[in-house]
């Protein structure tokens, strides 16, 4: 039972270029929605979070943009840079409930 | 500030042997986690305990899997016996507090049954 949906699996994205990974979800009393980042061999970190009250929030290079409507929110990565190169997850967490992780999307950036 | 502590990070073992795995929190972080993660997946949790409680292992298979954590800080997860589809990475978060989505991970135990 996957409550957050994930894409794409994969990308590849040039320096400089923006990197756009996408979730979806359907549980609407999901509030509180963060990017984790993990590099390999590491444990995921937390990147940025977004609560559904706002639809966007930035943070440096890291942008989460949100559409509660269409219960959707993505991370944009401007100027994305080789250092970004890692997977990337988004999650969802009900109240006290736990932290329900997508599939993750496996970041590339190509010098 | 000390992040979570895993030991093993490495370990190999015959299918039908147990394993442990230790993870030391955050120090103050009432909430501990345990995470599988598959290869090329995302997190799956085993288990939450707010302080010495365990109060969601509704994902923990009990028939093998078991885990404590003495006195709310370290914390161990027993696999006994493993099984070929229990190679994974088993992740320890903490936090602060329970109603947060922000975890803090340890680098985690790859485990590899043969």
């Known amino acids: 039972q996957q409550q957050v949906k994930q894409s794409p699996q994969s990308l590849i994205v040039q320096k400089g270029g923006i990197s756009i990974i996408n979730c979806a979800y359907e549980?609407?009393?999901?509030?509180?929605f963060p990017w984790y980042q993990q590099f390999p061999g590491k444990g995921p970190a937390l990147l940025i979070a977004?609560?559904?009250?706002?639809s966007e929030k930035k943070e440096g290079r890291f942008t989460i943009s949100f559409n509660k409507s269409a219960k959707q929110f993505s991370l944009h990565i401007m100027d994305s840079q080789p250092g970004d190169s890692a997977t990337y997850f988004c999650?969802?967490?009900?109240?006290?409930?736990?932290?329900?992780f997508g599939q993750g999307t496996r970041l590339t950036i190509n010098p | 500030e000390a992040g979570v502590v895993q030991s093993p990070r490495y370990k190999i073992i015959e299918k039908k042997q147990p394993v442990a795995f230790w993870c030391n929190p955050i120090?103050?972080?009432?909430?501990l986690y345990w995470y599988l993660q598959n290869l090329g997946q995302g997190p799956e949790l085993l288990i939450r305990?707010?302080?010495?409680?365990?109060?969601?292992d509704s994902q923990l298979p009990k028939d093998r899997f078991s885990a404590e954590r003495l006195k709310g800080v370290d914390s161990t997860l027993k696999i006994q016996p493993a099984e070929l589809g229990d190679s994974a990475v088993y992740l320890c978060?903490?936090?602060?507090?329970?109603?947060?989505?922000?975890?803090?991970f340890g680098e985690g135990s790859r485990l590899t049954v043969l």
């Open positions: 978060a903490s936090s602060p507090r329970s109603n947060t989505g922000e975890l803090f």
């Open positions: 549980n609407t009393a999901f509030d509180y």
């Open positions: 977004i609560r559904p009250d706002v």
């Open positions: 999650a969802a967490l009900q109240g006290a409930q736990k932290l329900v």
């Open positions: 120090s103050g972080h009432n909430t």
């Open positions: 305990y707010e302080n010495e409680e365990a109060v969601d």
